[in-house]
Nanobody, 120 residues
Framework: QVQLVESGGGLVQAGGSLRLSCAAS????????MGWYRQVPGKQRDVVAT???????NYAASVKGRFTISRDNAKNTVYLQMNSLKPDDTAVYYC??????????????WGKGTLVTVSS
């Protein structure tokens, strides 16, 4: 089992910055990739950024160049630095951890989410 706790959301004006944190606990040795997803009410949850244990990153096209994902393995924490925020970035942001399971399956663990609101 893996537990994820997000923090750092809030209200910010367009053009501003926020940094989200996700602290992992439990069976953290089993975690492979981690990432951030976001969801707007009535829409599906979309990937924002992911990072592997080696530090390889991927970003959604809509945030590339503005957001940076990083991880501190010593603190078991993943961060999402969000700059040049736009009203369209308003959403609940969820931390995700992927844990390989039997027969090639992957188990997804989720935090409870943190709300980011960007005002125009």
């Amino acid at each position: 089992q893996v537990q994820l706790v997000e923090s750092g959301g809030g209200l910010v004006q367009a053009g501003g910055s926020l940094r989200l944190s996700c602290a992992a606990s439990g069976s953290i040795f089993s975690i492979s990739a981690m990432g951030w997803y976001r969801q707007v009410p009535g829409k599906q949850r979309d990937v924002v950024a992911t990072i592997t244990p080696s530090g390889s990153t991927n970003y959604a096209a809509s945030v590339k160049g503005r957001f940076t994902i990083s991880r501190d393995n010593a603190k078991n924490t993943v961060y999402l630095q969000m700059n040049s925020l736009k009203p369209d970035d308003t959403a609940v942001y969820y931390c995700n951890a992927k844990v390989p399971s039997l027969f090639g399956r992957v188990v997804d663990y989720w935090g409870k989410g943190t709300l980011v609101t960007v005002s125009s």
